[in-house]
Nanobody, 114 residues
Framework: QVRLVESGGGWVQAGGSLRLSCLASGRTFSAYGMGWSRQAPGKEREFVASISWNGGSTYYADSVKGRFTISRDNAKNTVFLQMNSLKPEDTAVYSC???????WGQGTQVTVSS
């Protein structure tokens, strides 16, 4: 069974940092791009960041550029999202995904208080 399982979410004060992890199991994703998206209550899901199969290219939403960093460790089948200078508007459920293959994780809650 293929699964993407996120971890690392939690509660943090504005200006703080969190590091999310996404562990893939059931198959290897090392040949595919991976990404993170988020969904806040009452809002549409939005793109946060993506990374190419080898980590050579990364893309970010304007709202997180300069604050978030996506990375991956293909040997561990894991994708990371380092989030710094967090703002209350970053509060959402964060999910990792492999859009090419159509896999999505359940998500991890991130809450940033002002």
């Amino acid at each position: 069974q293929v699964r993407l399982v996120e971890s690392g979410g939690g509660w943090v004060q504005a200006g703080g940092s969190l590091r999310l992890s996404c562990l893939a199991s059931g198959r290897t994703f090392s040949a595919y791009g991976m990404g993170w998206s988020r969904q806040a209550p009452g809002k549409e899901r939005e793109f946060v960041a993506s990374i190419s199969w080898n980590g050579g290219s990364t893309y970010y939403a304007d709202s997180v550029k300069g604050r978030f960093t996506i990375s991956r460790d293909n040997a561990k089948n894991t994708v990371f999202l380092q989030m710094n200078s967090l703002k209350p508007e970053d509060t959402a459920v964060y999910s990792c995904n492999c859009e090419q293959l159509g896999y999505w994780g359940q998500g991890t809650q991130v809450t940033v208080s002002s």
